[in-house]
């Protein structure tokens, strides 16, 4: 290792360098350090009035007759940290103010090194410190209140979109039914969605077309077209089947019938142009009336069915 410089200082030369260093440092407006011998009271450093420098101040008292450098001589050895409240000028003044003051030894140069703070200027940035607390603390309520404001609405809006999204399905769904109830078998819900509204509407959309397919099964009764009854029926369920199958049987027999009226009619008329003919007869001829009832129980016994029966056809 290269030697310091300071090795090669005796020990007056360190204790005179040391004075000048410490005396020179400054923290704050009013802050500084002084030192002074153990036991002696003898002046080693003062960094606000350097001509105290080497002067003992050993008896030195304040307004209170506080011999306070006694007594910082005392809080220095015992070790501990203490503070001791005096009176003491300012720098640059001669009048005496309330001053708080601590020291700490420093056993290898022989001395104890003090400082202090007056306590007009303590209450002075102890208010500097309340402002700007306070300056903090209501900038940490504004950034809450921000951050509480924005939440809010972040959250009324998200509540608002999930709410309209969830609603505006089911008021479709709604106002079909109003719809349905009303007749109205027109309108169609679109809710494409796979979730349970979505479920409720595809369960909706069967039935509009249920109902739908029912109607116009309805209506193509009510126009006697059966044709279309039938295609409706097959395409959406079985059992019209076996309506257009009944259809189609009622109207085989309905034909049936027709024929079997029309082949009765032509039966009635033969059997009219026979008895008109016997009646010719009779009046031509003028038979007794012995001789007329072999024609009545002959025409009795023989039904003009068996003789005049029409061809079905």
């Known amino acids: 290792m290269y030697p310091s410089p300071i090795d090669d200082l005796s020990e007056v030369d360190k204790e005179t ?12 407006e009013e802050g500084y350090y002084y030192g002074y011998e153990v036991g002696t009271g003898v002046n080693r ?3 606000s009035k350097p001509e105290l420098i080497g002067s003992n101040l050993w008896d030195s008292q304040d307004a209170n007759e506080t011999y306070f450098i006694r007594q910082l001589d005392e ?7 203490r503070i001791l409240e005096y009176l003491y000028p300012k720098l640059g003044s001669d009048q005496p103010v309330p001053k708080m003051g601590t020291a700490k030894l420093v056993p290898e140069a022989n001395l104890w090194v003090g400082t202090g703070r007056y306590i007009d200027s ?7 410190i309340s402002a700007e607390i306070q300056q903090m603390t209501d900038r ?3 950034i809450l209140l921000t951050v509480v404001v924005l939440g809010f609405l ?6 608002w979109f999930f709410t309209r999204r969830l609603t505006r399905p089911i008021q479709q769904v709604v106002g079909v039914a109003y719809a349905i109830s009303d007749g109205n078998l027109d309108e169609d819900i679109t809710v494409d969605r796979k979730d349970e509204v979505g479920q409720l509407a595809a369960a909706f959309r069967s039935m509009l077309g249920y109902l739908r397919a029912t109607a116009d099964v309805a209506n193509a009764i009510a126009e006697g077209d059966l044709t279309e009854v039938s295609t409706v029926a097959e395409e959406n369920s079985a059992a019209a089947e076996n309506v257009s199958t009944n259809a189609q049987d009622v109207s085989a027999q309905v034909e049936e019938t027709i024929a079997s009226a029309e082949s009765l009619t032509e039966m009635a ?15 031509g001829s003028r038979p007794s009336e012995s001789s007329e009832t072999p024609i009545r129980d002959s025409t009795t016994q023989r039904p003009p069915e068996a003789a005049l029966s029409p061809r079905r056809g």
């Open 17 to 28: 360098l040391s004075a000048e260093l410490v005396g020179a440092l400054r923290y704050g």
């Open 45 to 47: 450093i003062h960094g």
């Open 75 to 81: 809080n220095a050895r015992s070790g501990e940290f």
């Open 122 to 128: 303590i209450a002075m940035d102890e208010a500097a």
């Open 140 to 142: 940490s309520l504004r």
């Open 154 to 159: 972040v959250a009324l809006s998200v509540g």
């Open 269 to 283: 008329r033969l059997l009219q142009h026979v008895v008109d003919q016997f009646r010719l007869d009779a009046d």
